[in-house]
């Protein structure tokens, strides 16, 4: 037996979810989904341009993607991955600031408790005074 419309959209979520892409508006489309149509179609509905182009990086296989936060492991900066050029992944600082190149193989996952440590960081040197 074929899963349901609803089994798939919950399965799409679900592997949407694990490279970090999140559709809000997905789901089964109210028009083809009321009816017993055997072929109803899944709304991917819509998304802000950033989840737009970390969606295409994630479907060009782009480790990590564009969008998501990565550690460079040479000196344990979190950045968030704003593009790939050859074999380097261009990261920029959390909350803003220079970006820097850093290999791809020099990159790891930041977990959530450093991405949020460093955003931490920027905002007490933001609000500090002079």
């Known amino acids: 037996m074929s899963p349901s419309t ?10 949407l979810t ?11 489309d109210p028009v083809t989904g009321a009816d017993d ?21 994630v479907l060009r296989g782009e480790r990590p ?3 998501a936060y990565a550690v460079d492991v040479r000196d ?7 593009g ?5 992944v261009q990261l920029r600082p959390v909350g803003g600031g ?3 190149d850093c290999p791809a193989e020099s990159t ?12 931490v960081r920027q905002r007490n040197q933001e609000t500090r005074l002079p």
């Open 6 to 15: 609803e089994e798939i959209v919950i399965e799409l979520r679900a592997a």
């Open 18 to 28: 694990e490279v970090g892409v999140v559709l809000p508006s997905l789901g089964v």
């Open 37 to 57: 149509e055997p072929f109803a179609l899944v709304t991917l509905g819509r998304c802000n341009v950033r989840t737009a182009r970390k969606l295409a990086s």
């Open 65 to 67: 993607p564009v969008g």
């Open 76 to 82: 344990g900066l979190v950045g968030e991955v704003r």
């Open 84 to 88: 790939h050029v050859g074999g380097t």
């Open 98 to 100: 220079r970006e820097w």
């Open 108 to 119: 790891g996952p930041a977990a959530r408790e450093e991405v949020l440590r460093a955003q």
